[in-house]
């Protein structure tokens, strides 16, 4: 069975097809610049060189139509099923679902909850049902895993009736890629879901932490939006809502001008002037002070998360990090787990730390209480595996 799975943003569409059986790439690519006339389509494939077309696509359907076109020329003309990324499922999705006209509607409806995502993603759906009629489609949602949070855990201390009224809660993001590495470390521990607690730190651009006992979602550091939580890129995460009001009285600052100055020029950004972990890395090696107080901020955070789950938890079986920077800075995983040995019994080894390279591996000492793992995500592989169940179940 071969299944491709789509990432559609607002100018961009990602995609992978995979060969179920192995569960193998056999070719991924991107769209990228749609509506402009630098429009690029890029495939590649494991037995052919990469394919690049530039030429100016003036939607997603143009997008879409070039992608199928050069699967086709690289042999892969047919698939079984295509599985959507749609990053807010809101409360009515639970589970990957089967996409017809009513589907594609509420999740066209769950906008302005994603403003910059679902609209995006629907339109993806939609050019990929005019141009494959026939075949099945599933949505895959971002908050999914983190539907089985408890109220307390949901909901903010605000009046209740904006949860009521205006759907005002905590949903989480990245639950795709939480889902994933929990599932990866249960087999490699060789144990059940269901027997372990974990704490998972997706660390990318985007981060987030999620406290999992039993396999299911019962915290996570990402809000109503992406913003709360953990020092990300450009995003401040977790800070006191009344800066705002400061700022607006102070400044005459405008909403756009504060969600601009949250999202995209705060975090790892705001404090050191780069957003990459790598060149922050970098420049606090060659003793930049604002460099290494942005690191120093990013991994105390995410300690302050892992204590607090394993509050949540009562018992922490592993941290799982993830994600471009949990899969690969040393330093960071290290900013993260110092100290923590004698409160909470994790211990890193820091051999082992610097040694990883690839796959999953286990970074903790011989004595530490906690295991700490490093899982590589696979959010595609993921939204794969989750669109053949549910159109073979
Ligand atoms: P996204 O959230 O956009 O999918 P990734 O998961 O790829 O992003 O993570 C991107 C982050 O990972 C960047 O901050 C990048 O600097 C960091 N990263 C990637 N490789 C390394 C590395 N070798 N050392 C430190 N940070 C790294």
Excluded at 166 to 193: K, W
Excluded at 216 to 238: A, H, Q
Excluded at 293 to 300: C, E, P
């Amino acid at each position: 069975m071969k299944i491709l799975v789509l990432n559609s943003g607002s100018s961009s569409i990602k995609f992978q097809l995979f060969e179920m059986e192995d569960e193998r790439v056999l070719a991924s690519g991107l769209i990228e610049q749609i509506g402009e006339i630098s429009g690029r389509a890029t495939l590649k494939s494991s037995d052919a060189e990469p394919v690049t077309k530039v030429c100016g696509i003036t939607d997603h359907q143009v997008g879409l139509e070039m992608m199928q076109e050069m699967l086709k020329e690289a042999g892969f003309g047919s698939f079984d099923a295509i599985g959507h990324r749609v990053v807010h499922g809101g409360e009515v999705f639970h589970v990957p679902t089967l996409i017809d006209d009513e589907v594609l509607q509420v999740i066209e409806g769950l906008s302005p909850l994603a403003p910059l995502h679902n609209p995006a993603n629907a339109a993806g759906i939609r050019v990929a049902k005019s141009v494959n009629p026939t075949l099945p489609q599933v949505a895959v949602f971002d908050t999914a895993f983190h539907q089985t949070l408890p109220k307390h855990a949901y909901l903010y201390a605000l009046p209740y009736e904006l949860y009521e009224k205006a759907d005002i809660r905590r949903y989480g993001f990245h639950g795709t890629s939480h889902a994933f590495v929990a599932q990866s470390a249960a087999e490699y521990l060789n144990q059940p879901p269901e027997s372990l607690n974990l704490i998972t730190l997706h660390l990318g651009n985007g981060a987030s932490a999620t406290a999992i006992k039993a396999g299911k979602s019962i915290d996570t550091s990402m809000g109503m939006t992406p913003l709360e939580g953990l020092v990300m890129g450009t995003r401040s995460g977790d800070l006191d809502p009344a800066i705002l009001f400061y700022l607006a009285r102070k400044y005459g600052m405008s909403i756009d001008e504060l969600d601009q100055l949250l999202n995209k020029q705060s975090g790892l950004k705001g404090i050191s002037g780069k957003n990459d972990l790598r060149s922050v890395t970098e420049a606090a090696a060659s003793g930049d002070e604002q460099a290494k107080t942005a690191m120093a901020m990013m991994g105390y955070r995410i300690k302050k998360y892992i204590g607090a789950y394993t509050a949540a938890l009562g018992r922490v079986d592993a941290i799982v990090f993830t994600g471009g920077i949990g899969e690969h800075s040393v330093e960071m995983r290290n900013l993260a787990c110092e100290g923590l040995s004698d409160g909470l019994g994790i211990m890193l080894d820091p051999d082992k730390n610097s040694a990883y390279k690839r796959g999953v591996m286990e970074l903790h000492s011989d004595q530490s209480r906690v295991k700490v793992l490093v899982v590589p995500t696979n959010e595609e592989l993921e939204i794969a595996r989750q669109t053949k169940m549910m159109i073979t179940s």
